[in-house]
């Protein structure tokens, strides 16, 4: 079984400027989550689809945040404009159902 | 809020022997948690899970139990060994908003 993929592994930017990340779930996962974990910190929800509904989106800052799953197969997540705040690594899951599985991540450096 | 603590950030522990990694939860609503390994540059990978009926489940060296009255969790890992040396975060299940909840990890150090 394939694992979740996420790109690209790395990216730094600049802050004010925007970045997009990709996340290709398990085949069949109808869940799929984007979590943001700041270095120190355990990852933090920002949202969760279900198909290519969003079920969970509260903590995400919909002012610089969004995020799309179109088809309900792969998600991006977009930041524009990012902040010096925003450096972690993005980690995006998939699950059938309790627990999830996990992508690499994207780890995000803003200067 | 926290509704998962890990409240040791690491733990030292020399190579052969135990290392108990705790972990508390405030969410009664909670009702399966799991622990998760991470490496430095890779996602949490899925070590082991407890149903909130159970007080222990067992894989390997691996070990976790529950005390819900406690609310309470523990992962023991016997013996120690230095691959074992990674960040591992507990997670809780609420099943009403089907989604982890995570704790900060606790970064674990196995000496050989």
């Known amino acids: 079984e394939a694992g979740v993929a996420q790109s690209p592994r790395y990216k730094i930017i600049e802050k004010r400027q925007s970045v997009a990340f990709w996340c290709n779930p398990i085949s069949g996962h109808a869940t799929l989550y984007w979590y943001q974990q700041i270095l120190g910190q355990g990852p933090k929800l920002l949202i969760q689809?279900?198909?290519?509904?969003?079920?969970?989106d509260s903590q995400l800052p919909k002012d610089r945040f969004s995020a799309e799953r179109l088809k309900g197969v792969d998600s991006t997540l977009k930041i524009q404009p990012a902040k010096l705040e925003d450096s972690a690594v993005y980690l995006c899951?998939?699950?059938?159902?309790?627990?999830?599985?996990f992508g690499s991540g994207t780890r995000l450096t803003v200067v | 809020d926290q509704q998962v603590k890990q409240n040791s950030p690491s733990l030292s522990v020399q190579e052969g022997r135990i290392s108990i990694l705790n972990c508390d939860y405030t969410n009664s609503m909670f009702d399966y948690f799991l622990w998760y390994k991470k490496y430095p540059a890779e996602g949490p990978t899925f070590l082991i899970s407890i149903s909130s009926i159970k007080d222990k489940n067992e894989d390997g060296r691996f070990t976790v139990f529950l005390n819900k009255s406690a609310k309470h969790l523990s992962l023991h890992i016997v013996p120690s060994q230095p691959g074992d040396s990674a960040v591992y975060f507990c997670a809780a299940w609420d099943n009403a908003g089907n989604m982890l909840t995570f704790g900060g990890g606790t970064r674990l150090m196995v000496k050989p």
């Open positions: 689809f279900q198909n290519n509904g969003v079920v969970d």
């Open positions: 899951a998939s699950s059938p159902s309790r627990g999830y599985t």
